[in-house]
């Protein structure tokens, strides 16, 4: 019968002896084990605040861009030439069966001022549409009226950024700021959204009815011409079937014959964001795989020293033999060392490991995600690694032969 | 009924195409606390049969009976049990455990018989004493004198209570003085405890302590001697 306990008392004992060796043997696995749990931690951050800017953005989103992507054999970069108007969109939202909300854009860069603070931001000529379209709420106000945005009222919807820098402490809604010496009535204030997943503050922005845009802020080249039209679909399997009656009836609007190009692009936004998304995922199993393998060497290096180990220690095994020691009671001693080294090396890699995906997101900024089964992972591999790469010196061990063993020098 | 019985014992050891006799139908009996010198010239088969005795090593034929059990066609793991239970080893170069304690040495036995700790460290302590090491449990072998670190190793050989101690040129490496307080302690075991002791030695001079001298040629027994002495 083997004795467990004494099996586990003697291999510590075994390791106590030879510390140095032991920490070094161990410093494999702490670095595999810390390379695993470091860069999935980076990887599943970085997923998540994809997955987070994703939301921000709204959700089954499509973007019909002006501008041809090809003419007359140029490639023209999308956003060239404008083509769009308010009466696409209106007729986008009328005719696409698959499409839920439409908010044409007509956007540009203004100083805004108040009182004696001045503010230079993006302002957005657009529908009450668009607060649906980004899922994005009020904070405080009420969106523009039918009445507001057919009379291209001086009104407007004020972002976070935009009133932490104007008000400072003051209410907002209410006051008259003055775009391009325009005067505005703010009428409400975003919520807060945060970044982009470009990493553009999605709150430096100022709402303004697109038709105010149109005739008071932004001369157009033609009547109702507008930038962008946001669509968002009704979910997220009607966004390909939105792409396409979009894309009909725009060519059908501009009267584009069979043979000529688009004169706008339609982009798929939420499929662009979840290309992103799972080329984090590829990029995370990439990064995971690759610590993997350091985990791998340092297994291999538990193997390499339990083996010169074995046979440094011939004669202590010859002389375990010969008091009694059975098959088993070899194997099990060298086995137990190899797990040990292995798991503290685990537990120690798991802890630098994790100070490490700190230390990353503190020096760098990158979100980092420390997941459970991360480290459960790496804790049962790296155990497992101890008793794979340290069956074979154990069984070495175990097949000396104890005459042999003991004349060893 | 005879501590130790072999019949007809053979060792033929095959090294590439010649083979070697190491033991040609060695037989002996071993009574129970016998002192016994096994001699001869390096080569004689002596230690093969201190191998062969000590369950080391299995015989190619003949039998071996250790308290009337038939141990030579036991398996590795049963020869271990029975070095462990019956077999005390002490030899030339001491074998101890480099870097742990006297204390961890002697108990080593016992953690292969899986005795519970309280009654380890009693039977360390009283083993030790019995060598004439009590208080130095905590020493290491290199802290040790030679006879001291022999007498570590008879503790240990002693810890299980095994019947038989066999030791191979236990003085070996060891002054005069030292080797004859060895002996002297090997005699005393012999005497009070009735432990069978075999040693094998090339010295006259330690043989002398013996009651009982086998001499080994090419693998026989050539004389199998009972000193004067009692």
Redesign the interface.
Known sequence: ?I?IP?TI??SL?ALR?NKMRSALTMLGIIIGVSAVITMLAVGTGARQRIGEQMASIGSNLLMVLPGSTTSGGVRMGAGTQPTLSTGDAEAIQKECLSVMYVAPVLSGVAQVIYGNQNWSTGITGTTTNMLQVRDWPLSAGRPFTDEEMRSASKVCLLGQTVVDNLFGGINPIGQIIRIKNVPFTVVGVLDAKGQDPGGHDQDDTVYVPVTTAQKKLFGTAFPGMVRIIMVKAKSADDLASAEKEITELLRQRHHIGQKQDDDFTVRNLTQMMQAAEQSTKVMTLLLGAIASVSLLVGGIGIMNIMLVSVTERT??I????????????IRLQFIVEALTLSMIGGVVGIIIGISSSEVVSMLFGWPTVISPVSIFLSFGFSGFVGIFFGFYPAYKASLLD??EA?RYE | MALIETQNINKIYSLGDVEVNALKNVSLSIEKGEFIAIMGPSGSGKSTFM?VL?C??KPTSGIYLLEGIDVARMN??EL??I???KLG?V?QGF???S??SAM?NVE??M????LPAGERKEKVMAALAVVGLAGREDHHPNQLSGGQQQRVAIA?ALV?NAPIILADEPTGNLDTKTSIEIMELFVRLNGESHITIILVTHEKDIAEFSRRRIFFRDGVVVSDELSGKT
């Open positions: 019968m004795n004494a008392r003697i004992r002896v004669r202590e010859g002389i375990r033999m010969a008091i009694g020691a059975k098959t088993w009671d104890p005459i003991l | 191998n000590g080391l090593d590795r793991d271990a049990a070095r462990n239970k080893f030899f074998n101890l455990l870097r742990t961890e080593l036995p953690l292969y018989d899986g240990r299980n």
